[in-house]
């Protein structure tokens, strides 16, 4: 069974610029959520989309988004790129929802420069 | 604020010795608390995890030890071996709420000496 699959893997972005990650969950999985991880702040929740609906948001400015389609991949944008934004960006699919057990894809490492 | 407190922030363990990572946390509506393993350049992995209606659970070597009165729980491995060196994260959960999103401690990097 495949697990969660993020793309690109690194990306190097220009203060400005906006930039989209992608997350394939697992199959079956209806759930994916968005974490920001940093050494400073360490893991921070984004957002949870379940069956292309945003369920639950955290306290991030909104040039972060995101969206999820019918097949269950997500993408998530962040927009007027500023150099806090570099982070590792790891999505996490569940099964039923965020009250189930999340497997985390292994990231997006975002350089802002 | 919902916050879930970890320490130490980094830990040495002898090969053989046994690890201890602490962790506090202050909603008492979290009900769901699992750790995860992250090695470099990968996403965390869940390692192990309790819910409060016990008091410790053992997988292997990895065993969570429970307060709920406290509002501790505590992550301990066992004969620890070089290849656990990661960088381990407790967390916690509203499981069965409506904001049910992981709330992650700061992590604890462990290293330990052949």
């Known amino acids: 069974k495949a697990g969660v699959t993020q793309t690109p893997r690194y990306l190097i972005k220009t203060r400005g610029q906006q930039v989209t990650l992608s997350c394939s969950p697992i199959?079956?999985?209806?759930?994916v959520s968005w974490y920001q991880q940093t050494p400073g702040q360490g893991l921070q929740f984004l957002f949870e989309?379940?069956?292309?609906?945003?369920?639950n948001k955290g306290n991030f400015p909104g040039r972060f988004s995101g969206r999820q389609f019918s097949n269950s991949r997500s993408e998530m944008n962040v927009s007027t790129l500023e150099l806090g934004d570099s982070a590792l960006y790891l999505c996490?699919?569940?099964?039923?929802?965020?009250?189930?057990?999340?497997?985390f894809g292994q990231g997006t490492r975002l350089t802002v420069v | 604020q919902q916050q879930v407190k970890q320490s130490p922030q980094s830990l040495i363990v002898q090969k053989g010795g046994i690890s201890i990572i602490n962790c506090a946390y202050e909603n008492t509506a979290f009900d769901y608390f699992p750790w995860y393993q992250q090695f470099p350049g990968k996403g965390p992995a869940l390692l192990i995890a309790i819910r409060p209606d016990v008091s410790e659970k053992k997988e292997g070597r990895f065993t969570i030890s429970f307060n709920k009165s406290a509002k501790q729980f505590s992550l301990h491995i066992m004969d620890s071996q070089p290849g656990d060196s990661a960088t381990y994260f407790c967390?916690?959960?509203?499981?069965?709420?409506?904001?049910?999103?992981?709330?992650f401690g700061k992590g604890t990097k462990l290293s330990v000496k052949p």
């Open positions: 199959s079956g999985h209806r759930s």
């Open positions: 967390a916690a959960q509203n499981y069965g709420g409506s904001q049910g999103n992981l709330i």
């Open positions: 989309y379940f069956s292309e609906t945003q369920r």
């Open positions: 996490a699919s569940a099964q039923q929802g965020m009250h189930t057990e999340a497997f």
